[in-house]
């Protein structure tokens, strides 16, 4: 790892200002459990390392029936675990969060961390750039694409965003509040960038923008729920998830929300299943023709075509479990 200058801020204003101070390149640091690792593999070199650990304003779990769930940058995937308000009104939040087992990460963890994760590729990860090329050629389509896109993968980029927590709240409605020269709301589902360039930023960030809260609409007696498909039980990121929002007049369903999880660039609408649901009277039949439609258009590459079922399966099983509490 390369030598770093580590600064300590106790303000957003003050973060913000030590970010943009370095001619070497500045990153942010928050609970560090992906930051670090890029770090290691010589992904990142930043200058500076810029802690938010003591910017107090960050933190915080506020819930109101009226304005709905904020959550500040650095809430930690524990403390979004054990919130009352959370529990209650945001079940699939917690769903999603109960999916990181790992209680490193869970202590460590923030919210706003998980959103801003580098991509897991693996080529990326030894060195070959978010595009994975090579002599101007992507590794991907001929190489081990196991755990690749599925959707959203006509080139260039390939990789799957590892976010737990961003299925969810974009199918609940989030925005981003982010702080630089000024302060400004992103819609999440805006915030994620497909990258056509390796230096291509990931999000909808300015220069020396960071993150200080996330907030949620109130929940207005929807039925939610989050599935996802894992290889194993232990720590380990979901080869495909879904987080679905219905609301709902009796056993018909009005509207609907569906978005996937770790099967494109960017947290993946699935505007045709939301389609299959509106107007239905729900049934297990209903919820199978929703999976069929969330993965019409994929387009898998050479060794990842098991996702496409392993996704439908999760939306039909994301529908049961948020309407009849059934996976």
Known sequence: MQTFEYASPTSVKEAVQLLASTSGGAEPFAGGTDLISAMKDGIVTPARLVSLQHVKEL???????????????????????????????????????????????????????????????????????????????????????????????????????????????????????????????????????TPTNDNQNLFALKPHEVVTEIQVPPPNDAKMAVYEVRQKTALDWPLAAAAVVLKMDGDTVKSARVVLGHVAPVPWPAPEAEQALAGKTFSEDVADEAGKAAVAKATPLSKNGYKVQLTRVAVKRALLRAVKGEA
Request: a neutral charge; hydrophobic letters at 40%.
């Open 59 to 193: 933190r915080g779990i506020k819930f109101s029936s009226d304005s709905g769930l904020s959550l500040g940058a650095m809430v930690t995937f524990e403390e979004l675990l054990d919130n009352a308000d959370v529990k209650q009104n945001y079940p699939a939040l917690v769903q999603a969060a109960d999916g990181v087992s790992s209680p490193q990460i869970r202590s460590l963890g923030t919210v706003a961390g998980d959103l801003c994760q580098r991509p897991r590729c693996w080529y990326y990860r030894a060195g070959f750039g978010l595009l994975a090329t090579y002599n101007g050629k992507s590794l991907v389509p001929d190489g081990d694409n196991r755990y690749h896109a599925i959707l959203g993968n006509s080139g260039p980029a390939y990789f799957v965003n590892p976010s737990s927590l961003a299925p969810i709240l974009i199918a609940l409605g989030a925005t981003v509040r982010v702080e630089g020269e000024g302060q400004r709301e992103v819609k999440l589902e805006q915030f994620f960038v």
